[in-house]
Antibody, heavy 118, light 108 residues
Framework: QVQLVQSGAEVKPPGASVKISCKASGYTFTSYAMHWVRQAPGQSLEWMGWINPGNDNTKYSQKFQGRVTITTDTSASTAYMELNGLRSEDTAVYYC???????????WGQGTLVIVSS | EIVLTQSPGTLSLSPGERATLSCRASQSVSNNYLAWYQQKPGQAPRLLIYGASSGATGIPDRFSGGGSATDFTLTISRLEPEDFALYYCQQYGTSPWTFGQGTRVEVK
């Protein structure tokens, strides 16, 4: 069955970087774009960007442009999301997600909590 | 970017009742690429509806979606105890993909 397993929770000081992994299994990793979405405490969901693992093309939300980098390791069927210049408002649960349609996602990782605090 | 406004913020209903949730877009959603998700505390969102009205795999048929252009609805025909949760709409017709602020369906 399809599974997305994300790396564990992180606590980072302001200004640091965080890199989260999302290991995929149960399907052909290069067939579907992988998206990253975050959810601050008590808030709605926010799309950050996506990557096409087949050709490494990426597209980022303008809000995160310049601070976020999404990459893949196709040999490990794993996607990564790195966010730089962390600030307190980046405290959130970060999810990877994908689906056969480019924008609606039946498959989600379990989420990774990132806490930005000094 | 397209702003999605969901109403009401909270819906207080009893099991067995019908729930109607609204999602209004600030501009027309291309190709009616509108999805609905359910989220429970501590869990990832669960896709219910895509393309405004198509049910995702494994979703009970008491969940239905409708609407077009700027006005969309999610209807739960008869609320089951497990349906009390947060619901989000999302548009994926125009980048950046955006979400509404959510509607909470709570037990009356």
């Amino acid at each position: 069955q399809v599974q997305l397993v994300q790396s564990g929770a992180e606590v980072k000081p302001p200004g640091a970087s965080v890199k989260i992994s999302c290991k995929a299994s149960g399907y052909t990793f290069t067939s579907y774009a992988m998206h990253w979405v975050r959810q601050a405490p008590g808030q709605s969901l926010e799309w950050m960007g996506w990557i096409n693992p087949g050709n490494d093309n990426t597209k980022y939300s303008q809000k995160f442009q310049g601070r976020v980098t999404i990459t893949t390791d196709t040999s490990a069927s794993t996607a990564y999301m790195e966010l730089n210049g962390l600030r307190s408002e980046d405290t959130a649960v970060y999810y990877c997600a994908f689906g056969p349609s480019s924008g609606s996602w039946p498959y989600w990782g379990q989420g990774t909590l990132v806490i930005v605090s000094s | 970017e397209i702003v999605l406004t969901q109403s009401p913020g909270t819906l207080s209903l009893s099991p067995g009742e019908r729930a109607t949730l609204s999602c209004r877009a600030s501009q027309s959603v291309s190709n009616n690429y509108l999805a609905w998700y359910q989220q429970k505390p501590g869990q990832a969102p669960r896709l219910l509806i895509y393309g405004a009205s198509s049910g995702a795999t494994g979703i009970p048929d008491r969940f239905s979606g409708g609407g077009s252009a700027t006005d969309f609805t999610l209807t739960i025909s008869r609320l089951e105890p497990e349906d009390f949760a947060l619901y989000y709409c999302q548009q994926y017709g125009t980048s950046p993909w955006t979400f509404g602020q959510g509607t909470r369906v709570e037990v009356k």
